[in-house]
């Protein structure tokens, strides 16, 4: 997590003009002003034991950052937004109020204020950002390699729900956020045959084709990435399901950090009260662009990938993009059985900070929609993160390869078949070749 601190630090310690001119005319106070603004933005990373490198609990945790938040929000470097199409329930983008006030409060010299106009602190259920019904943990730690490549591991966990169960909220946590690049809880069904022989807690080296390929019809139940934070499930009565029966499988993707490390990871899940009308699951990592082929030095390289949905009644109400350390840029594209195409979502790649994009409105896809979806990628020596630009990138792993994935989130009708809700169209069923279609070769069919 080393790049992703430093990038914290860089953005909010950067120096830079403000966006905007201090509007604000009364005196600013921490207490009354601006802690209701880091409560409702910035506490869920800024604090103990998160992602973010500072705490903003207190005054006197914010206090010497004063400078640094003002650059850091007139820059619109923080809160962590990419997404420049589309609407979303969960924005994250400060109001030009909320900007002005925080601008306003260092300029003013950031002063404390009453302690009476404090708002209470949020509760943080023991560093969890859900109150959790039940929590599954790894069985045993994992040990991480100081050194060297590690590959995928997948571990069983014996839960064996003994009923039917609806989640409407989950939140993955790493045991060593150190050495967790990222990792997924996949709902492994008792009927499965994937891992149908593993060993609990043991580590099986697996990589994502497998994983993506051995679902089955069951569901991504958490998942972590930097600033990911907890899920929610409950969109329109919806919940995710978990069949009686149901085993976890942990999917992580560990980093060695240079000294050996230890990880035991756990996830969090609430429960819905009753059964809900709609079935709320999530794709493992589809559509995704296994012929995926990136030429040496191309600086803004076109991927495209694409699934068909394969049921009816269907909606739209989560995108996650995910690339590596070229990505750029992510498109998420539908193109309805009438051949008119709609953008839903476009916004910039940041790999120190893998977000998920919640739709404010959810999107009715009938059967037969084809979800087209269109990432670029900077393989030339000017992209400072690149590895290797002299190499050809094809799908990989690891960091220095590449991936073109999404995990997009739907809501349908419980009785519906979740193994039927994608199939693979488009230039998703084509074989690797020196470079894939083009945006253009694909859309105009």
Not at 284 to 292: I, K, R, V, Y
């Given at each position: 997590m080393s790049m992703l601190r430093a990038s914290v630090a860089a953005s909010l310690l950067g120096i830079a003009a403000l966006a905007a001119p201090n509007t604000v005319s009364t005196p600013v106070t921490f207490n009354k002003d601006v802690l209701p603004i880091l409560q409702k933005n910035c506490q869920s990373c800024h604090r103990p034991g998160e992602i973010a490198p500072m705490s903003f609990l207190t005054y006197n945790d914010a206090r010497p950052w004063a400078k640094a938040i003002k650059v850091a929000v007139a820059s619109k470097k923080m809160p962590p937004w990419f997404a420049d199409v589309g609407h979303f329930a969960n924005d994250r983008t400060l109001s030009a109020a909320d900007v002005n006030t925080l601008a306003a409060w260092a300029d003013g010299g950031a002063t404390e204020g009453d302690a009476k106009d404090k708002p209470a602190p949020i509760t943080f259920q023991d560093g969890w950002n859900i109150k959790p019904d039940m929590i599954v943990e790894m069985p045993k730690e994992f040990h991480v390699a100081a050194k060297g490549t590690i590959n995928y591991q997948n571990f069983l966990v014996k839960v064996n729900f003994p009923e039917d169960k609806w989640v409407i909220a989950a939140e993955m946590r790493p045991g060593n956020a150190k050495v967790v690049h990222h990792g997924r809880v996949i709902v492994r069904p008792p009927d499965s045959k994937w891992m149908q022989t593993a060993v609990p807690g043991e580590p099986y080296e697996t990589g994502s084709g497998p994983m993506l390929g051995a679902q089955e019809g069951s569901d991504l139940l958490g998942k972590y990435n930097p600033g990911l934070g907890a899920q929610g499930f409950d969109v329109e009565g919806?919940?995710?399901?978990?069949?009686?029966?149901?085993?976890?499988?942990?999917?992580?993707?560990?980093?060695?950090?240079?000294?050996?490390?230890?990880?035991?990871?756990?996830?969090?899940?609430?429960?819905?009260?009753?059964?809900?009308?709609?079935?709320?699951?999530?794709?493992?990592?589809?559509?995704?662009?296994?012929?995926?082929?990136?030429?040496?030095?191309?600086?803004?390289?076109?991927?495209?990938?694409?699934?068909t949905v394969g049921v009816p009644d269907a909606k739209l109400v989560y995108i996650q993009p995910h690339l590596h350390l070229r990505g750029k840029d992510y498109e998420v594209r539908v193109i309805y059985t009438t051949g008119e195409m709609e953008t839903v979502f476009k916004g910039k790649w940041n790999f120190d900070w893998q977000i998920g994009y919640q739709l404010a409105k959810p999107l009715p896809v009938p059967m037969g929609t084809r979800i087209l979806t269109v990432a670029h990628y900077d393989n030339s020596a000017t992209n400072p993160y690149n590895p290797d630009p002299a190499k050809r990138v094809l799908w990989g792993d690891q960091n220095w390869d590449e991936m073109q994935s999404g995990f997009l989130g739907l809501v349908f009708d419980v009785n519906t078949d979740a193994s039927k809700v994608f199939k693979a169209s488009g230039p998703s069923l084509l074989p690797r070749g020196d470079f894939g279609p083009t945006l253009a070769a694909v859309t105009l069919k």
């Open positions: 919806s919940a995710k399901f978990v069949p009686k029966g149901s085993d976890l499988v942990f999917n992580l993707h560990y980093t060695a950090i240079g000294t050996e490390a230890t990880d035991r990871s756990k996830v969090g899940l609430v429960f819905a009260k009753n059964p809900p009308k709609n079935r709320y699951w999530m794709s493992p990592g589809t559509p995704a662009a296994f012929n995926l082929s990136i030429p040496p030095g191309d600086h803004n390289a076109e991927v495209v990938s694409e699934v």
